[in-house]
């Protein structure tokens, strides 16, 4: 059970209705996030932006997404995610090896693996130690490695959020809220 009460989106107003209109689900997170009225329109901007006008391509911006839940003990934005993922792209054996923290494993790709271990650092250090630097360096463009950042601060704020808050797990609405964004990009 939450610690706060899901905000029901009927009784919401103005931009935040319309906001709630527009969703193909209402899932809780959305639901928690409406306590926050002035930052959760600029909030659903900023994920919509990270998941569909990003450059980084979207098997790497899922895998720091589920490497970012895993890593901040997110099971929400895992278990929404893990689904959006192999949607895009994502096999089951990149997901087992992010869900493991194995960022060695053959199932990821070189770009990848840096990938992964640059992830690692921006969120367990957040001074990216040279070599990890190096290897983004190596398989990403400049844009590419402040989305990355972007997407895991992004990720890490709404893990934050739900576990904190003990937010009440949905159902995993996979492709059909990611696809649902697409139109509003």
Request: hydrophobic content about 45%; overall charge negative; glycine content about 8%.
């Amino acid at each position: 059970m939450a610690r706060l009460p899901l905000i029901d989106p009927e009784a919401t107003s103005g931009d935040i209705r319309a906001s709630f209109d527009r969703m193909p689900v209402k899932l809780n997170i959305f639901r928690m996030m409406a306590h926050a009225e002035a930052n959760m329109i600029p909030a659903m901007r900023l994920g919509n932006s990270i998941l569909h006008k990003q450059k980084l391509s979207a098997v790497n911006r899922e895998l720091l997404i589920l490497q970012a839940a895993q890593l901040e003990g997110g099971a929400y934005e895992w278990r929404q995610h893990v689904p959006i993922a192999l949607g895009v792209g994502v096999t089951q054996s990149q997901i087992d090896a992010v869900e493991r923290g194995d960022y060695a494993d053959a199932s990821l790709n070189a770009a990848e693996q840096a990938l992964l271990v640059f992830g690692r650092e921006v969120v367990e250090k957040v001074r990216v130690q040279e070599t990890a630097f190096a290897g983004m360096r190596k398989h990403f463009s400049d844009q590419e490695i402040v989305e990355s950042i972007v997407a895991l601060g992004f990720y890490m704020m709404m893990a934050r959020l739900t576990e904190a808050t003990e937010t009440d797990l949905d159902p995993a609405a996979g492709m059909k809220v990611y696809d649902g964004g697409k139109k509003r990009s």
